[in-house]
T-cell receptor, first 113, second 115 residues
Framework: DAKTTQPNSMESNEEEPVHLPCNHS???????IHWYRQLPSQGPEYVIH???SNVNNRMASLAIAEDRKSSTLILHRATLRDAAVYYC??????????????FGQGTILTVHP | DAGITQSPRHKVTETGTPVTLRCHQT?????MYWYRQDPGHGLRLIHY???????DKGEVSDGYSVSRSKTEDFLLTLESATSSQTSVYFC??????????????FGSGTRLTVV
């Protein structure tokens, strides 16, 4: 079973910021938080990941709560091309988990023009 | 996406026939994974590999086998295809960045229909 909890769907308007929440209350100290998105008829695409500190890249920002029990993916200016299913996943670096990812249902993001 | 390709992209096969899907990477990554995606289930792990000839089962491995005889290729075989194996299959590789950071790259998928 997925270990993260996300809202089923969210909506946004184009060019507005979007904050996608994720709860991971049982995350271990060595698990990273990964975000992927999946556009229609495509494979999942890496967005961003982090461990403890907030992270930024060209696609998005990741804000991680101080207790690491939740995180928020931030799209600073949504575009129509950002409409996708967004997955928040705990990912262990290795050991017995071999880095396997467990996907939940994700959040369906709809962006309105 | 550069570095990982799946073949075929689409396939229709008959119940009871064997089917092999191929995942090929040019990144020399150690870890490779096969997932299937069905409506209402998200992506579920079928099998994974942590090196040449090193593979293990995921959560939905029944009816599937895998082989990895060289780093770049990870093959998924349906020994005797059934209609319940109609799905979209994704391969993934685990990259490695700075320190212990890493991200995963997914292939474009293979849409398999068993009739």
């Amino acid at each position: 079973d997925a270990k993260t909890t996300q809202p089923n769907s969210m909506e946004s308007n184009e060019e507005e910021p979007v904050h996608l929440p994720c709860n991971h209350s049982t995350i271990s100290g060595t698990d990273y938080i990964h975000w992927y998105r999946q556009l229609p008829s495509q494979g999942p695409e890496y967005v961003i990941h982090g461990l403890t500190s907030n992270v930024n890249n060209r696609m998005a920002s990741l804000a991680i709560a101080e207790d690491r029990k939740s995180s928020t993916l931030i799209l600073h200016r949504a575009t129509l091309r950002d409409a996708a299913v967004y997955y928040c996943i705990e990912a262990n670096a290795g050991g017995t988990s071999y880095g396997k990812l467990t996907f939940g249902q994700g959040t369906i993001l709809t962006v309105h023009p | 996406d550069a570095g990982i390709t799946q073949s075929p992209r689409h396939k229709v096969t008959e119940t009871g026939t064997p089917v092999t899907l191929r995942c090929h990477q040019t990144e020399n990554h150690r870890y490779m994974y096969w997932y299937r995606q069905d409506p209402g289930h998200g992506l579920r792990l079928i099998h994974y590999s942590y090196g040449v000839k090193d593979t293990d089962k995921g959560e939905v491995s029944d009816g599937y086998s895998v082989s990895r005889s060289k780093t770049e290729d990870f093959l998924l075989t349906l020994e005797s295809a059934t209609s319940s194996q109609t799905s979209v299959y994704f391969c993934a590789i685990r990259a490695r960045g700075q320190g212990t950071n890493y991200g995963y790259t997914f292939g474009s998928g293979t849409r398999l229909t068993v009739v």
